[in-house]
């Protein structure tokens, strides 16, 4: 078997089911691990910053929570292309699973940056070309979960979750530049998120460590989420009838 | 092609000259909300010259959510949508005509509107005349966009503020640049790098909208 | 150590409510979201076992 066609096996939800299974245990430890590696340089040993005393530590959340939540709507809107372009049920499925925990690192993107602001700026909120994005990406996620869950016929709703994925990806770019355009016109000089302190490479090392626990975190989340949305999906297939009497001892 | 265009064109043109009180209350909404702002923000002048351009971006935003929800609604009831998919032409025609059509019943009266109502801002000459010219190339881009979103959540119960929800984050550009070119003519600065922009969004809604609506509207009637 | 007493990690220097706001706040988020998608599964498998159980039943 060669190995696009291994590949394609798990594209079978039964068979995703059963490696996601097996994988998440060590998502999680994963996640644990660079965790407490990641907190440890960036609260035990990076140094305090001349002009934002401790408050900077916040970066090493705020950051990669930004990161992720860009990278995972892209993900999302990949993996929902393929389920609409190929008609693979579980790419679809994965798309959807995907994206609360998006929505969940906007959020927290958002929410870290609110109280980095507040000791740093002055305000719990600067509408600075960032920031914006990040709040208009969150309306984006709540956009597509909102439409696929308005929708009864999952492959309706999977077909149409693609298209809107689709085009509010097109549209990042777009929104991304009108906002800076946006920001420029009305603030002299621009409040920028981007100007954290100077990197230092204990900082640098910190950020890297936990955008990893993050990466590994989502795996862990959406794999979970992903297999729930399998069992919901498949309930009247022989697999999943099985799989659930063996749960309840029957 | 040309004579699908058309004909789709010219029947909901007509099927809204003989709705017109179902066509005006779009604008009327255009004008109460806007009415509302002064209420809630106070009479002073200088402050409502400053807010003009957005709350009336902003409005004609909002209007343009609320007359979309219908555009393929009523095809659909009558089952006149089902047979117009079936056609041999792509359904690029129709999701275009319908939002020609839409335009052409919703957003002219927002265009003409918007002078009169920015006069009751204050807006000077020059800032109207910037305001007349964002809607005339940004409400196209609402048209469109609206569009898409009404095909795509064709017949769904919470249509409306679902509609509303997904349609907006893409709409944000527009008014960016839209109400940003009448504050750069209100602060006396050229308008002209937010013409080019909401131009070069025009020509690219022009060119994708119609192909996803078309999309959306086959994902929708399956 | 940048730190000589636990008392003095947790002010931050001033800025403990905004540092230990965010840490905390995604440590919330990061046990809740996984316990919500755990149990999700949990439900589907329970509700995938009741109907298998019901058709049984009525067949």
Known sequence: MTAGMRLFTFAAPSRFHALAGRFTP????????FAVAGLYVGFIVAPVDATQGNAYRIIFLHVPAAWMSMLLYMVMAFWAAIGWAFRAKMASMLARAIAPTGAMFTVLALWSGALWGKPSWGAWWVWDARLTSELILLFLYLGYIALVEAIDDPRR???AGALLALVGAINVPVIYFSVRWWNTLHQGATISMTAAPKMASTMLTAMLLMTLACWAYAFAVVFTRARAIIVEREQHTAWVSELALAAKGA | MRALFLAVLLRDLRLAARRRIDALLPLVFFVVAISLFPLGVGPEPQTLRHIAPGVVWVCALLATMLSVQHLYAGDQADGSLEQLLLAPQPAVTVAAAKCVAHWLVNGWPLIVAAPLVGVLFDLSGPALRSLVIGLLLGTPVLSLLGGL????????????????????????????FGAGAVSAVESGESAAGHYSLLGALLIATL??????????????TE | ???????EFFAMGGHGLYVWGSYGVAALLMVVEPWLAARRRRRAVHDAASAEIWKEAES
């Open chain 1, 26 to 33: 060590w998502f999680w430890l994963a996640t644990f691990g």
């Open chain 2, 149 to 176: 979103g009404a095909a795509l959540t064709l017949g769904l119960r919470s249509g409306g503020m679902l509609l509303i929800l997904i349609v907006l984050p893409l709409a944000m550009p527009a008014l960016i």
């Open chain 2, 207 to 220: 060119l994708g909208a119609p192909l996803a609506t078309a999309a959306a509207l086959r994902i929708s």
């Open chain 1, 157 to 159: 709703a999977d077909q």
């Open chain 3, 1 to 7: 150590m940048q730190w000589s007493s636990p008392s």
